[in-house]
């Protein structure tokens, strides 16, 4: 099985080096980053690592661009890919060492369509332990993943789904519940490292309670885009 990491990108410029430098370095056939037209250094700085004198790793490296939106950032790298698999991954989280290992490992029998990682923030306190802690009991429980949780699908049940919805939020949490119809969600248990700055950037209690209000309303049938209007997005 080949796999693709398909990562979208809007104005990454301080982080998305370290991403492409680390993800390269675990072994994937394929690392698309996604461009969904940054005003910043994030194209260049991604150009510059394709094109320079870096490790044979960044071979593997393709940069496309795409319409704003994550979901159609990710249906364009998916589109564009040759991989078996697909991971999503956020630019600013990092996957395990064994993610290559452990997707493979999850995916072998036929029942399993895809998964998802358990998550931990990149800031040691209580309270993102705490967040942390909800968020892979929450998905466990649930079997709906976040983006943040890098999910990750074979090929023929994302083709199946007809890829992700071209809606301007939620798209992770859509297309993670229609996933589970299809087939075995594996819940890893290896952690992915994301980026405590969303809930930094607007105060971890204000974060918390818009996200549960935001998903409350979209799980009772308010539109993605009528909840766009209250959702304040931290790339």
């Given at each position: ?46 150009a510059s690592l394709i094109s ?101 699908v074979k090929r023929g049940a ?78």
């Amino acid at each position: 099985m080949t796999i693709s990491v398909i990562i979208p990108t809007l104005n990454e410029e301080r982080i998305i080096a370290n991403t492409i430098l680390r993800t390269a370095d675990l072994g994937f056939d394929e690392l698309i980053i996604v461009d969904g037209g940054s005003t910043d250094q994030t194209s260049a700085i991604v150009a510059s690592l394709i094109s320079g004198t870096q490790p044979s790793t960044l071979s593997t490296v393709r940069l496309l661009s795409a319409p704003h939106g994550r979901a159609r950032q990710l249906n364009v790298g998916a589109r564009a890919s040759r991989g078996d698999i697909f991971i999503f991954l956020h630019a600013d989280t990092q996957l395990p060492i064994t993610a290559k290992q452990d997707i493979v490992a999850a995916c072998t029998d036929n029942v399993t369509v895809g998964g998802r990682f358990d998550v931990q923030f990149d800031r040691p306190s209580m309270l993102a332990q705490i967040i942390s802690t909800f968020m892979n009991w929450r998905s466990r429980w649930s079997g709906i993943a976040t983006g943040d949780q890098a999910i990750f699908v074979k090929r023929g049940a994302f083709d199946q789904l007809g890829g992700f919805a071209d809606i301007p939020l939620m798209e992770d949490i859509d297309f993670s519940r229609r996933l589970k119809r299809v087939g075995r969600i594996a819940m890893l248990r290896d952690r992915v490292v994301t980026s405590f700055r969303r809930w930094e950037a607007h105060g971890p209690i204000k974060t918390i309670l818009l996200m549960w209000g935001l998903r409350f309303l979209y799980w009772t049938g308010v539109s993605p885009h009528q909840l766009q209007r209250f959702y304040i997005a931290v790339r």
